[in-house]
């Protein structure tokens, strides 16, 4: 049930499977490499943040060119990997509405995307994870591929995002392809008051992926950053 009564209820555009499919929706059009498949690969929106910086409203939620800003990182990873699953903390029933599997934080209150991560881990029936957050509609439609590649070349544990701004390499950490086999350590970082992903990183053999497009990454964090996102899809 939706218990912000501020948000608009928003279905399933027409086109998208139905809800009985929608919890597998099935990668394979778009191979992440030549070692991974698609079907090895869960999807994580990570939607379960406070939206401070936005007033408090649940930034998954807000309308964008006529859908929730997360079901569109919803149907843009759903091309690039085998499922998908959706990590909130509040407005569940507007989240199961996209028809896949819905789960909160297992670890404190609103804890961070390590405890998203945490979250989709302990769910996660297949080798590999891929999280988004939800506020980034644009990421690229490449970004599990290479990612995969990535991870298969170096035998990492995990790969993330890298962008070039302003002449300077920009971390993109949340957008992380890692190994499920993962959640135990993960699970002894936070519970060791660890929050950082820097950090949790730095335990594990990370590969970093240079990604060109660094407007591909933009994330509206602010009402006036979601302006300025529909303004650049207008473009």
Aim: charged share 15%; glycine share 10%.
């Amino acid at each position: 049930m939706n218990d912000d009564p501020r948000l608009t209820s928003f279905a399933p555009p027409e086109g998208m499977p139905p809800a009985d499919q929608q919890s597998r929706i099935r990668g394979g059009r778009l191979a992440p490499s030549a070692m991974i498949s698609a079907d090895q690969i869960t999807g994580l929106i990570l939607a379960g943040g406070r939206g401070s910086r936005m007033g408090g409203v649940d930034k998954g939620l807000q309308n964008h060119h006529g859908m929730a800003l997360a079901l569109h990182a919803l149907l843009r990873l759903g091309r690039q990997v085998g499922h998908v699953m959706v990590n909130a903390n509040r407005n569940l029933g507007a989240y199961e509405s996209f028809g896949v599997p819905v789960w909160p934080d297992p670890v404190g209150e609103y804890a961070g995307p390590l405890a998203g991560f945490l979250a989709g881990l302990e769910h996660c029936e297949t080798p590999l994870m891929l999280t988004v957050p939800c506020d980034t509609p644009n990421f690229p439609a490449d970004l599990a591929g290479r990612l995969a590649a990535a991870l298969d070349a170096q035998n990492a544990d995990l790969a993330y995002a890298v962008t070039l701004e302003d002449g300077r390499e920009q971390r993109q950490p949340v957008f992380c392809l890692m190994k499920c086999a993962l959640s135990e350590s993960l699970v002894a970082f936070l519970h060791g008051g660890g929050h950082k992903i820097d950090r949790w990183f730095a335990q594990h053999h990370a590969a970093a992926v240079r990604f060109d497009d660094a407007s591909a990454f933009f994330n509206a964090n602010t009402a006036a950053e979601l302006a300025q996102l529909q303004q650049l899809n207008l473009r």
